[in-house]
């Protein structure tokens, strides 16, 4: 990044109210630029909405941030498929029916996935030819870092990795503590060099459904360190 000049972040799939997007003291001179669901990245159109962008900035201070859906690679995921398998075998017909729909559903959230990623490759090139950089981000136990397409698009770029956990930045929910672990992959130094983890002196929330839902904002401590 070059010291003085203006900046631009990019959130590539993010929550209107992203914590990571916000006017913070500390974000003097950077425009943000929230893709969300209001812009679908899957399609041409959307595609062609960031890249023009990119296209138009004066300088190299870009990051691209990546917060695509891990839905479709959490490990509860393969939990809920392997019992929505066996239940394909009931005597039922309803039970089979709901299975059917379920795994339907969840073979729907992996193709988006992967159009996700098609474009965030092509978005991520077009950072790197004006100087920028790029972070993506998941769970640190999601299938889809084992995904052959990432694992290729990772040693290309020359990413580097850490693990940091959400309650070691202060992360909470219902004044829980959510222990949550992200891992962070970039070409960024200053990004990779993130790297708290749990002081283990807390209990935790279990990180599922709506609570993993509410970890997507991030946290202060976590966007401002």
């Not at 993010?14 to 990571?20: I, M």
């Not at 075998?89 to 098609?118: T, V």
Request: hydrophobic letters at 30%; charged letters at 30%; glycine letters at 6%.
């Amino acid at each position: 990044m070059i010291d003085g000049e203006k900046r631009l972040l990019i959130e590539y799939c993010c929550e209107e109210d992203s914590q990571l997007g916000k006017n913070w003291p500390e974000a003097t001179n950077c425009e943000v630029l929230r893709l969300t669901s209001s812009i679908d990245l899957t399609t041409k159109e959307g595609l062609n909405f960031v890249r023009k962008r990119i296209s138009q900035w004066p300088n190299s201070n870009i990051l691209l941030w990546s917060s695509t859906p891990c839905t479709g690679g959490s490990t509860w995921q393969y939990v809920n498929e392997a019992i929505w398998t066996r239940k394909l075998k009931s005597s039922d017909p309803d039970i089979r029916q709901k299975a059917r729909e379920k795994i339907r559903e969840l073979d729907g959230k992996r193709f988006i996935f992967r159009q996700l990623l098609h474009n965030f490759i092509i978005v991520e090139r077009d950072v790197r030819k004006k100087g920028g950089f790029f972070c993506m981000e998941w769970p640190s136990q999601c299938s889809y870092w084992r995904d052959p397409d990432v694992i290729s698009f990772l040693k290309r770029t020359n990413a580097k990795v850490t693990h940091i956990h959400g309650c070691a930045y202060g992360l909470k929910i219902n004044g829980c503590y959510v222990k949550k672990p992200w891992r962070l992959s970039s070409n960024c130094d200053a990004i990779v060099e993130l790297n708290k983890k749990c002081s283990r002196d807390h209990e935790h929330l279990v990180a599922r459904g709506s609570v993993c839902k509410q970890t997507e904002l991030y946290c202060d401590a976590m966007v401002r360190d």
